[in-house]
């Protein structure tokens, strides 16, 4: 599009080039034809839009049918379909990559890196949660039914793959966990060493063992 002093832009037909937002439509295959007519009384334009278009909530318009251009790019903003480009993409990517990680809870990012990088950052969360808060999240999961007081340690050493998980990422956050992020448990060494305890309560042993009825002395 060449500039002209004091008028509209001009079309030069040996160059064609489209503004935004029109050539993301395009680009992106939103419209699949664009058709510029020129004729003595002005000059009409139309677009094809492709089915992701079509279907937007009454858009008025038919997959492979020709358009107003209008029509599409309403239809285009409404549906919200125009994506953002790959350099949109990365700079959200490095600004999500540069975000500081949660104290207290494994994320799906810290799954992406090696072993190690996990045992170092399942430590970190650890030793910011503290043995009450782990030992806490692992009781309230239901992960620990024990009827003896142990070690965390020693519930580590037994516990599932999925009862570990319970204990270093928080339920908001469990979603975006997948099963072959959790299997990496399974080798994992407990992240945390210093004391903490399933400290089992007298209330919750008098549960589990029921003492037995008295044998009644036969009547003489």
């Not at 107003?68 to 239809?75: E, K, N, S, V, Y």
Request: net charge positive; charged share 25%.
């Amino acid at each position: 599009m060449v500039p002209r002093k004091g008028g509209p832009t001009a079309f030069d037909p040996k160059a064609p080039s489209i503004v935004q937002p029109y050539k993301r439509l395009v680009d992106e295959g939103f419209i699949v034809e664009l058709t510029i007519k020129f004729t003595p009384t002005g000059v009409s334009v139309v677009g094809v839009p492709d089915k992701r278009v079509a279907e937007v909530e009454s858009s008025g318009l038919t997959a492979g049918e020709a358009a107003p251009l209008g029509m599409i790019l309403t239809a285009a903003d409404k549906g919200n379909l125009i994506p953002k480009r790959s350099g949109d993409r990365k700079k959200k990517a490095n600004a999500d990559a540069a975000a500081p990680l949660p104290e207290k809870t494994l994320v799906k990012r810290d799954f992406e890196g090696s072993d190690q990088e996990l045992l170092a950052r399942a430590r970190a969360v650890a030793n910011n949660c503290g043995g009450p808060t782990l030992v806490g999240r692992v009781r309230s999961s239901g992960a620990f039914s024990g009827t003896v007081t142990t070690s965390f340690q020693d519930w580590w050493a037994k516990a599932s793959t999925v009862n570990r998980a319970s204990s270093l990422i928080i339920p908001s956050r469990k979603g975006e966990i997948t099963k072959e992020d959790v299997s990496r448990f399974a080798t994992m060494q407990c992240p945390f060493r210093d004391a903490a305890s399933f400290v089992v309560a007298q209330d919750e042993i008098e549960t589990q063992v029921k003492p037995r009825s008295p044998i009644p002395h036969p009547k003489d």
